[in-house]
């Protein structure tokens, strides 16, 4: 059990809206990612967060934006939501350093109408 | 700019016979690859990774470089396996993900 928990796991937005989203990452893991993986693709790197500073970003607009509170939890939020933002988004987890595993939460679902 | 490609959407296998999912993969300095598996209503899990060179679940990946691919296979493939599987490439701090392969394993 990877111990990565998101939330909420699904939600209905309007285009326009803001939404965010929540973390806890697994015990002991400082550095956490986050993923938007579009229906039939893989998951694309939005950004990542370690000692609560962005230290990597995606191709993703200003608009996607994060936090990393001290205990490494974080959030994901975007602003101005569009159609195409519907997606599942996954949250990462992991400690920093080379060849450290990865860790996956279930995700959470947005759909934008 | 790194890239995971993985040619094949859906692939359907009887119960028994072998399964091979492909992958490639684009990158200018060494690679670090990994196997990423999502069964029916469950996260994101990692299967395996190229430098531990282990066998899980009866699956083992070889990264070749000079055809720079790291082809997924398990010689008797399980109804268990029917998954969505996906090829990633770790770059520093971030994965880059192929579009992932939908594997089915019919009795």
């Known amino acids: ?113 | 700019a790194q890239r995971v490609t993985q040619p094949e959407k859906l692939l359907s296998v009887f119960k028994g016979a072998p399964v091979e999912l492909k992958c490639n993969y684009s990158y200018s300095g060494s690679p670090e690859l990994f196997w990423y598996v999502q069964y029916s209503r469950q996260r994101l899990q990692l299967l395996l990774r190229h430098i531990s060179r282990e066998s899980i679940k009866g699956f083992t990946a070889d990264l070749n470089k000079g055809e720079t691919s790291f082809h997924l296979k398990k010689p008797f493939a399980q109804e268990e396996d029917s998954a969505m599987y996906y090829c990633a490439l770790r770059d520093d701090y971030k994965l880059s993900f192929g579009a992932g392969t939908t594997v089915t394993v019919r009795a």
Not at chain 1, 17 to 33: A, D, E, I, K, M
Not at chain 1, 50 to 64: C, L, S, T, W
């Open chain 1, 1 to 113: 059990e990877t111990g990565v928990t998101q939330s909420p796991t699904h939600l209905i937005k309007t285009r326009g809206q803001q939404v965010t989203l929540r973390c806890s990452s697994q015990s002991g893991h400082n550095t956490v990612s986050w993923y938007q993986q579009a229906l039939g693709q893989g998951p694309q790197f939005i950004f990542q967060y370690y000692r609560e500073e962005e230290n990597g970003r995606g191709n993703f607009p200003p608009r996607f934006s994060g936090l990393q509170f001290p205990n490494y939890s974080s959030e994901l939020n975007v602003n101005a939501l569009e159609l195409d933002d519907s997606a599942l988004y996954l949250c990462a987890s992991s400690f920093s350093g080379a060849g450290n595993t990865i860790y996956f939460g279930e995700g959470s679902w947005l759909t934008v109408v």
